[in-house]
């Protein structure tokens, strides 16, 4: 069993769906990052959390500590959100090594 | 530029040639990861500097992996002996303090032949 997990593996969606990302762990964490990696292969930082909820534009993000489990969710969903999403753990050690999840391939379709 | 920048963008080079890829971070940012990503496959990390000591060495595939970080700026990763399996995007990260937003670099396409 992979220490950080995601679901769905494949999703694609209507232009202006609401879209959820799963992200559950079985680390202890110091924080959760969302990463957006886009079909070019660039990778921009989302998302850092270790508590509550975030949200910036159309993206929220929200992490329950105790049930080791966080969500992205993509209001008004649009094809320029088409891109994997990747949720990566921060392990609660000494150093800060980072696990990634598989990540979530999301197509939206116009 | 104000980003993380990487170099070379690409390299192809034989199987048993060393190579060494580098990362310039954000001014600044004391930390600085690099990870690897196979084709098709998902991120993995490699190793971590704090300053120019990597406390967590322990993502390095094999000894044929080294990096090493000078002046809190600029690190080198250098693979020996290349092998086919190392062809991979090779990702540096940096953040203001280790525990800060990481800011990624374009990364580094290797292609061992």
């Known amino acids: 069993k992979n220490e950080v997990e995601q679901s769905p593996q494949n999703l694609t969606a209507q232009e202006g769906e609401f879209i959820t990302i799963n992200c559950s762990y079985s680390v202890g964490i110091s924080a959760l990052h969302w990463l957006q990696q886009h079909p070019g292969g660039g990778i921009v930082s989302l998302f850092m959390l270790s508590s509550g909820k975030k949200k910036h534009g159309r993206l929220i993000a929200t992490i329950n500590i105790q049930e080791k489990h966080s969500s992205l969710h993509i209001t008004a969903s649009h094809p320029r959100d088409s891109a994997v999403y990747i949720c990566a753990a921060r392990v609660k050690t000494s150093y800060d090594k980072v696990i990634f999840g598989p990540g979530t391939s999301l197509s939206v379709i116009p | 530029g104000a980003g993380v920048s990487q170099s070379p963008s690409n390299k192809v080079t034989e199987k048993g040639k060393d190579v060494e890829l580098r990362c310039d971070p954000i001014s600044g940012h004391t930390a600085l990861y690099w990870y690897r990503q196979r084709l098709g496959q998902g991120l993995e990390f490699l190793i971590y500097f704090q300053g120019n000591s990597a406390p967590d060495k322990s993502g390095l595939p094999s000894d044929r992996f080294s990096a090493e970080r000078t002046g809190e700026s600029v690190s080198t990763l250098t693979i020996q002996r290349t092998q086919q399996e190392d062809s991979a995007v090779y990702l540096c990260?940096?953040?203001?303090?280790?525990?800060?937003?990481?800011?990624f670099g374009d990364g580094t396409r290797l292609s061992i032949l």
């Open positions: 990260a940096s953040s203001f303090f280790s525990k800060g937003a990481q800011h």
